[in-house]
């Protein structure tokens, strides 16, 4: 029987909104990092890896056959053709230094190849602000109990903008000397540390447009959806080194901004 995105999307609501109490609660505790990844500081805290066990758990039990693919533990395969992507804590940063802007971030997709996966339905929630993001296929985006929709800006020169930089010194440079031949023709930058709340926030009209290169599949997939959903033009088709250009912006300067991060050579 096909999956119904509505009841997979009440699942992940579900399962993240928990998670992010897990997270809130360890957060209140006390984080340290526990170890490093790409570079030094490229960090996971215990409550990274605490909090995707969980997530996986309560996914086995209530669905077997899906695969799982997430930041923190191995990948495993399914016999659905449905794949989970979850971050477990997007914005590791903020969450290490008690900015409250972290994320529990859930996707479930069709196909496991992030080239060519279609995202049945995706949950971020924002545990610090107890905001909850949510969207499935066909299903619009919402942000609680209010649907959300990407902004009408007049100009992509009056548009606030963000973007996110990698955790590698060199590639960070490379996408900071990009990020200023933006900013001049656009309102403002930001880049507040959390990729999937970037998107949540282009899909809930906060921001105008956001990009960034590098990201991996658990950073955007969720975000990508509800910002898609919210009416957000949305790309994710970019890669380099499996990893992704991940851009989305209100309709009405969105190919202004794709031929202004053309010319900037993001
Ligand atoms: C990171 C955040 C950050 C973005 C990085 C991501 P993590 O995810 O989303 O905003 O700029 O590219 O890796 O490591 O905190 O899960």
């Keep these: 029987m096909a ?3 509505t009841e997979l999307l009440a699942l992940a609501v579900d399962i993240a909104t928990a998670a992010g109490e897990l997270a809130l609660r360890r957060r209140r505790e006390g984080v340290e990092v526990a170890a490093t990844k790409s570079s030094i500081v490229d960090v996971v805290t215990a409550a990274d890896r605490d909090v995707e066990a969980y997530i996986r758990v309560r996914l086995a039990q209530a669905r077997p056959g899906d695969a799982f693919l997430g930041e923190e533990s191995d990948a495993s395969a399914g016999t659905s053709g449905l794949t989970w992507v979850v971050d477990p804590i997007d914005g590791t940063v903020n969450y290490l230094y008690d ?14 190849d992030p080239a060519t996966w279609r995202a049945l339905a995706g949950c971020v929630v924002n545990p610090s602000l107890g905001e909850v993001f949510a969207a499935s296929i066909g299903g619009g985006a919402s942000l609680g109990a209010r649907t959300i929709s990407a902004s009408e800006p007049a100009t992509l020169g009056t548009s606030l ?7 590698d010194a060199a590639i960070r440079v490379a996408q900071a000397e990009a990020a200023v031949r933006v900013i001049g023709s656009v309102r403002d930058l930001r880049r507040a540390g959390a990729a999937a709340l ?3 926030d282009v899909g809930a009209g906060r921001l105008d447009a956001y990009w960034e290169r590098g990201l991996a599949p658990w950073d955007f997939a969720a975000g990508a959806l509800i910002a ?16 992704r250009l991940v851009t989305a912006a209100a309709p009405a300067i969105a190919p202004e901004f794709a031929a202004l991060l053309r010319r900037a050579g993001v």
Excluded at 228 to 236: D, K, L, R
């Design 161 to 167: 903008v963000a973007t996110g930089f990698g955790y």
């Design 228 to 243: 898609a959903e919210a009416g957000a033009v949305v790309s994710a088709d970019d890669v380099r080194d499996g990893r």
């Design 99 to 112: 900015i409250p802007r972290w994320a529990v971030s859930i996707a479930v997709v069709e196909g496991d």
């Design 3 to 5: 999956a119904d995105p």
């Design 198 to 200: 970037d998107l949540c």
